[in-house]
């Protein structure tokens, strides 16, 4: 669309631009329900838990820089290293992707004006800070969590650790569920509904694919952990048995339950950024991404079939070979579409004629780092290795690959790749590469040690370790590794912070995207599109006769949607449009019921029923106040 | 069949093979749970020759599956890429377009299915039953 | 798309007609439809979660129920889900009810689901009281596990309860708007699941006296 508007369209857009002026202040940024807004303070928010799962790691790394480290002390390590995962995972890793970039890019991708269910867009984010923060309260009191991210029973249960550390854990990851099963119905209803009328399903880009599969796996994943959770509290607090071997129950099933969620949430861990590559790669190689069906397919496959193979973190529990055989088939098998996947990748940058500026270098790194974690997965899958090197440090250099090297890079890489759109400012592009250098060489310094010093037989989860065993040279340099990552980490939020200020304006597409978010200004009005986009390919940038006849259309004042907050819906296949939509617009209910379910956490954390029941009744009032005048707030 | 399938052939054609991998996997697993995880004497089930057949019920409708799939894109196999050599995007409007992407997702989809119900579906039996590993 | 097609603008649907009439000229189901149905896969995924962990823990046990603990009975818990899942009729009819535009059926009807709804929570409470004077959830895993399942099966009846006030109290104050029509068939949605998952917990409940 033109950035210069007509003097026949000018009026249009003046219109539009007042019904959707966006609120000034402090309390326009409490009552939002603009998607843009939201997944900027889900940014932000993520951004800050990352610094904080950050300070952990390094924590970790410096007390085991060399043996008998005396840094932190067995109570404290267990206390650093269980918020790590915790914090990494669910406060960092899963909010950035699916609340920060997911939020900001799906409607725009799908040319929509926000997502279908606007107020519980901003109840999700506003759940998920409170419930980080209830959780780091626990820090604060000196009782975080302690047994692992996994936690995993008889140690997290009341007679092996009886203060409330646990509690704040339990109830903390089903608090922190609340904002992401929220999010995933937003999601899907969104991706289903909202495009824009002509973008059926094999029309939709990629990047919206890998959101509707993680959608649909953190949906029917995250009960089970809520189940595991509830199970382990009413154990703990009102001493049930499902736990305990010794009245009929089985430790069993805690890891069962967890690995039933945890596994499906390593696939949502990596989905989005197997969207953000799809994002990047056809940008920078100036070609469509090869095998397009294949990719789409292999995101949703990946997370179906990942709800099929949680027991190989289980293989040396004792199950039958019966049992773990459907596993260890599962688990082979799934590596094919993540195969095609980067198959696909290669061939797109190789068959193109590629630009190796920062965010595909991130992407580059992205795959190399796959690569390496999933081979080191697919050994794993292995029941007689596995078996070997179960809880020693290579499965957490397994891990940190794919979650590192292949989930955050193509973060790191997006949070480039869109600046410019966000902010309307260019990054500094050599500064870009250099931090890139650095974290690509941290991260191997510090993790790929680790699948060493693990053959050597170093158990993971231990506060330290004696001398003389081989593993202190190894250890040194992964923890010199860890401050080199550290330092390009902040040198990436250095960049972007100062550009935000200095950079040189972007313009609309400085990168010739394929996808319709580069079709708006930088940053995109609160509207999103003026005209309603015509789609007929998945790369609609690209299609420039589409793109010329909504120039038209914007000139004769066709297909605005002009007459209030208005978007339209349309048929999940083939997205024939169906009807108008009226969106709400500032809210202070979602802020509001979110403020009464962290009261209703709180006061359980403190074993106060009664009042943890008052604040049930306040939320299910505001639950009704939020309805009570239909969409208009 | 006729074309263009209703929705419930479509469906079915793309998430046959996957849910019947699923019914097989989850109940196979039970009956593993229920053999294996019990003090012993108290099931004495024939869990092989279950095994053997719900696997069986279950290959055969990941291969209906994929025939559905098979048709269907041979059907809109010419249609579509002759959409597609006139112009840049991917294939034809809809239906077209989207039922040849449809009935290739479904392809894949259903192969890999019946791959681990094959693996599964043989390795299984050849186990003892209850033995650790 | 060639111009502006003749689409519906739905939320201006303020009257019962208008509103039938902008639901039955939809080609796919309204976003709120589809709203619920998504949270219903959630809780199908936690009944899932749930009735899978009563079986681990009986498989892996001596004796299921436990030595002490008898078998629970059969017919009371029957009959009362026999009788919930019958609400499913009234709910469905108040749904098309609500797709014609008649608010007055659709009111009735969800009153006199409501008053069976009640009844039958009210049994459940009393049973559920009889059990726990028989044995407790901390007297042993089976305990655990069965007094949880039904606490979470009685408490989404409790929910859709409230949920039922809420929908009657705003159609009476507001009306059979668009907004509401889709808040009726989303209820009835609700409750659709509910009763199927009622007759599914039942039977779980049951299975060691059938």
């Excluded at chain 1, 901003?122 to 419930?131: H, N, Q, R, T």
């Excluded at chain 1, 430790?251 to 390593?266: A, D, M, R, T």
């Excluded at chain 1, 190894?474 to 040198?491: D, K, M, P, R, T």
């Excluded at chain 3, 509401?180 to 039977?203: D, P, Q």
Aim: one cysteine or more; aromatic letters at 14%; charged letters at 10%.
């Amino acid at each position: 669309m033109a950035t210069v508007i007509s003097p026949r369209a000018k009026p249009h857009v003046e219109r539009l631009e007042r019904i959707w002026t966006e609120r000034p202040g402090l309390v326009g940024w409490v009552t939002t329900t603009d998607h843009k807004r939201i997944g900027i303070m889900y940014f932000f928010t993520a951004l800050a838990f990352f610094g904080a799962g950050g300070v952990e790691a390094l924590l970790i790394r410096t007390q085991l820089i060399g043996p008998n480290g005396t840094l932190l002390s067995p109570q404290a390590y267990d206390e650093v290293f269980t918020m790590h995962g915790i914090t990494m995972i669910f406060l960092f890793v899963i909010p950035m992707t699916t609340g920060a970039f997911g939020n900001y890019l799906v409607p725009l991708m799908i040319g929509a004006r926000d997502m279908a269910f606007p107020r519980m867009n901003a109840l999700s984010y506003w759940i998920y800070l409170f419930s980080g923060l209830f959780m780091y309260l626990a820090l604060l009191q000196g009782h975080a969590p302690n047994a692992g991210w996994f936690d995993y029973v008889p140690l997290a249960s009341k007679k092996f650790d009886p203060g409330n550390n646990i509690d704040f854990y339990g109830y903390g990851l089903i608090f922190n569920g609340i904002s992401s099963t929220a999010a995933s119905i937003n999601f899907i209803v969104t991706i289903f509904k909202m495009r824009a009328p002509g973008m059926s399903l094999n029309r939709m880009p990629l990047f919206c694919f890998a959101f509707l599969a993680v959608a649909f796996a953190l949906l029917f994943a995250l009960p089970s952990l809520s189940v595991a959770a509830l199970f382990l509290e009413l154990d703990r607090q009102l001493g049930f048995h499902f736990y305990d071997a010794a009245f009929g129950g089985a430790p069993l099933l805690w890891q069962n339950l967890f690995w039933i969620f945890g596994h499906p949430e390593v696939y949502i861990i990596i989905l989005p950024a197997f969207g953000i590559a799809t994002a990047i790669i056809p940008t920078f190689s100036h070609r469509r991404m090869v095998f397009f069906p294949l990719v789409a397919l292999a995101e949703i496959l990946v997370a179906f079939l990942g709800f099929g193979v949680w027991v190989h973190h289980m293989f040396t529990v004792g199950f039958a070979t019966v049992t773990t055989v459907y596993f260890a088939a599962a688990s082979l098998i799934i590596v094919i579409p993540s195969a095609i996947q980067l198959f696909s990748w290669i061939t797109t940058i190789l068959t193109g004629t590629p630009e190796f500026k920062t965010p595909l270098l991130f992407i580059v790194g992205f795959i190399v780092y796959f690569i390496i974690g999933g081979l080191s997965g697919v050994t794993l899958a292995a029941i007689p290795f596995d078996q070997q090197v179960h809880d020693s440090y290579y499965v957490v250099a397994h891990f940190h690959f794919v979650i590192f090297g292949a989930a955050v890079f193509p973060i790191l890489g997006g949070m480039y790749f869109w600046f410019p759109k966000v902010t309307g400012r260019m990054y500094n592009e050599t500064v870009g590469k250099v931090s890139f250098w650095l974290t690509f060489a941290g991260t191997f310094i510090t993790f790929f040690p680790m699948h060493i010093v693990g053959i050597l037989g170093m158990p993971r989860r231990n506060y330290t370790y004696p001398g003389g065993l081989g593993w202190s040279l190894l250890n040194f340099i992964e923890s010199i590794g860890a401050y080199i990552l550290a330092s390009g980490l902040v040198l990436i939020v250095a960049n972007l912070a100062v550009s935000r200020f200095r950079g040189a304006p972007a313009g609309n597409d400085p990168f010739e995207g394929d996808t319709l978010e580069w079709s708006t200004t930088s940053p995109p009005p609160p509207y999103n599109y003026p005209v309603i986009p015509t789609v007929s390919s998945p790369y609609p940038m690209w299609d420039e006769e589409d793109r010329k006849r909504d120039n038209r259309r914007l000139e004769r004042g066709e297909g605005l949607l002009e007459l209030g907050h208005e978007t339209p819906a349309s048929t999940v296949q083939d997205a024939q449009w169906d009807e108008i939509l009226s969106m709400p617009s500032y809210s202070i209910w979602p802020p509001l019921t979110a403020l009464m379910l962290a009261g209703v956490f709180t006061a359980l954390v403190m074993q106060h029923y009664f009042i943890a029941l008052g604040f049930l009744v306040a939320d299910g009032l505001t639950l009704i106040g939020w309805h009570h005048k239909g969409v208009r707030t | 069949m006729r074309y263009p399938p209703s929705n419930r052939v479509l469906w079915f054609g793309v998430l046959g093979g996957a849910v019947a991998w699923a019914v097989q996997f989850v109940t196979n697993l039970y009956f593993t749970f229920a053999q294996c995880n019990s003090p012993s004497g108290r099931w004495m089930l024939p869990i092989h020759d279950w095994e053997i057949g719900l696997s069986i019920v279950a290959v055969l409708v990941g291969l209906a599956a994929t025939s559905v799939c098979v048709w269907l894109y041979g059907r809109t196999f010419h249609l579509d890429h002759v959409a597609e050599a006139e112009r840049r995007g991917l294939g034809s409007a809809p239906p077209t377009g989207r039922l040849s992407f449809m009935a290739m997702v479904g392809l894949t989809v259903n192969f890999l299915a019946l791959s681990i119900m094959i693996m599964t579906g043989v390795g299984a039996p050849l186990l003892h039953v209850c033995q650790q590993s | 798309m060639k111009g502006t097609p003749a689409v519906t603008r739905s939320s201006a649907a303020w009257s019962a007609a208008a509103a039938g009439r902008v639901s039955r000229q939809r080609m796919a189901q309204p976003n709120g439809w589809w709203g619920m149905a998504l949270f219903l896969c959630a809780e199908v995924a936690l009944f899932g979660t749930l009735i899978g962990s009563y079986f681990y823990l009986d498989f892996q046990s001596h004796q299921w129920p436990p030595a002490g603990i008898k078998p629970p009975g059969v017919v009371l818990p029957l009959l009362a889900t026999a009788a919930l899942a019958l609400t499913s009729l009234p709910m469905l009819h108040a749904a098309r009810s609500a797709r014609a535009g008649r608010r007055g059926s659709v009111i009735a009807l969800i009153v006199i689901a409501l008053v069976v709804q009640c009844c039958y929570l009210a049994l459940q409470i009393l049973l559920f009281r009889h059990d726990l004077n028989q044995f407790t959830p901390q007297g042993s895993a089976y305990g655990s596990i069965y007094f949880t399942l039904l606490a979470v099966h009685h408490a989404h009846v409790l929910f859709g309860i409230v949920l039922d006030l809420t929908v009657l109290f705003f159609l009476v104050y507001r009306g059979l708007t668009n907004y509401w029509l889709i808040g009726v068939r989303g209820l009835a949605l609700y409750w659709h699941v509910v009763n199927v998952l009622a007759v599914i917990v039942v039977f779980t409940q049951l299975s060691p006296s059938l």
